[in-house]
């Protein structure tokens, strides 16, 4: 299991034997993880100060606004970023996003993609959640007429996917992530 955090806040962790709880952890208590390397990612990221700005949930389900729109047609085109790149189960929430990324082998091609650049330097987890953020702050901020405003926190969390069980187990907190909101 992996994870990143800049600071110690109340996050998701996937136990072994398959028990989900809540706990604190703090950036920097996991060893380094190439983020280029195959495997299956679980990213959480927040909207900057905790805003609701990506629609609202209604009768436990997700409604989604002209911004959580953008946010939803870029992240359908994930694919496109990388040949290894495969988007598994994803949801947009009121002031965050969850969703899970999986990095097939080097060799892998997901026939979808616009490759825009020959070679990628290392760390694409990195780079494919930066080039989200941009793409979606920009379309926002036009909407908005808010030129240059931040809109989602500098970091986002993860966790490295390493069983089956704990996939699957991850897959089903995103579908019932809406049903659970409390506003």
Do not use: A
């Not at 389900?61 to 290894?84: A, D, F, T, W």
């Amino acid at each position: 299991m992996g994870f990143r955090k800049q600071s110690v806040d109340t996050y998701l962790k996937i136990g072994t034997g398959g028990s989900t709880t809540i706990e604190k952890i703090q950036y920097g208590t996991k060893v380094q993880h190439n983020y280029s390397d195959p495997g299956i990612y679980y990213i959480t990221v927040d909207i900057q100060n905790g805003k609701k700005i990506l629609g609202n949930v209604e009768n436990g389900e997700m409604v989604l606004n002209e911004y959580g729109e953008i946010v939803k047609n870029e992240i359908i085109k994930l694919p496109e970023y990388h040949k290894r790149i495969v988007l598994d189960e994803w949801v947009i929430m009121p002031n965050h996003i969850h969703l899970i990324i999986i990095l097939r082998d080097y060799d892998f091609d997901n026939c979808t993609t616009k490759q825009y650049r020959l070679y990628r330097r290392n760390m694409l987890i990195p780079k494919i959640m930066g080039k989200f953020q941009m793409q979606t702050s920009k379309h926002i901020n036009i909407l908005r007429n808010t030129p240059g405003r931040k809109n989602w926190q500098n970091d986002y969390y993860d966790i490295i996917i390493n069983t089956q069980n704990d996939h699957l187990e991850v897959k089903q907190y995103i579908i019932d992530n809406p049903k659970k909101w409390s506003s």
